[in-house]
């Protein structure tokens, strides 16, 4: 049963840094996209960034990138999220997701998180202007 649990998230101040990890078990392929998702009250959820193992690939989300970098430690399992100069529209509850039919960031990424087959609970990025 894969299991990805978030954590880092926190209030910051417009221009900060967080710093999120998602923490996965349970994923037993070679291969896998794995990234994160945000959802801001009122709007639709959006992918931020996103990392396949099939590829190498990363892709980000146009209005983070610059600023925020996905990464991971296949050792530990877990897979961060380095968010700089963050904004107040930043604000959202992050989520963190896998695609493990097709491995491609792209499925991950289709509209509204619909290739997504396995959430974490989220976790709240709050930015005080």
């Known amino acids: 049963q894969v299991q990805l649990v978030e954590s880092g998230g926190g209030l910051v101040q417009s221009g900060g840094s967080l710093k999120l990890s998602c923490a996965a078990s349970g994923i037993n392929l070679d291969y896998y996209a794995i990234g994160w998702f945000r959802q801001a009250p009122g709007k639709e959820r959006e992918g931020v960034a996103c990392?396949?193992?099939?590829?190498?690939?990363?892709e980000y989300a146009d209005s983070v990138k610059g600023r925020f970098t996905i990464s991971g430690d296949n050792a530990k399992n877990t897979v961060f999220l380095q968010m700089n100069s963050l904004k107040p529209d930043d604000t959202a509850v992050y989520y963190c997701?896998?695609?493990?039919?097709?491995?491609?960031?792209?499925?991950?990424?289709?509209?509204?998180?619909?290739?997504?087959?396995?959430w974490g609970k989220g976790t709240l990025v709050t930015v005080s202007s």
């Open positions: 997701a896998t695609e493990t039919v097709h491995a491609l960031c792209r499925i991950l990424f289709l509209q509204g998180g619909s290739g997504v087959d396995h």
């Open positions: 990392i396949s193992t099939m590829n190498g690939k990363i």
